[in-house]
């Protein structure tokens, strides 16, 4: 019949391997969305974290063009990503210049909370930024299960129409619904 006996020996454990691949690709894909919503929950406070920072930071360095570019230049950009760096960046701004701020009442606290949210968020963005990415290891190990069982289903499906190419009623099993829809 031209299909190899081992094809048929290893059917069963190809449908496995794609099962568990397929399993372990959609709890990647789950956890992915959760981590997107976890940061559309969290990024707005975030947000406005930063900008209070920021506006503290513009009122204790007006006198200091020096430290005011710098704060200009954390300001810059408006991607997520950048949300983690900034907070990073006006922590370790603020922190070193400490009697500034201190002089115009800010609550050191605050620093500490962005230093701590733009580690937290990263982690977080990363994840959920995860799920944009199509060349994902899971998806990469998915499609290869894929690709292997329909090595040998193709050839059995090939082999059947060669068979049974008289026997329309049996034809019709070894036919793809799927490429017939097409």
Known sequence: MGVPEAYFDEM???IGVLRYAQSVWNKDQYTKEEAQQEWDELSPKAYDLKNEIEHSLRFAFRKRPDLLRKVQGIEEGTSNADLVQDLSDLATLGNANLPLLTAV?????KLDQAANEASDLSVLL???NGERKEQSS???TRDKAYTYLKEVVD???EAGKY???KDEARKRGYLSRYLNRQ
């Open 163 to 165: 068979v049974f190419w």
């Open 138 to 140: 899971p998806k990469i």
């Open 12 to 14: 069963e454990t190809r």
């Open 155 to 157: 050839e059995i499906y």
């Open 126 to 128: 990363a994840r959920a």
């Open 105 to 109: 009442n800010f609550d050191e606290a």
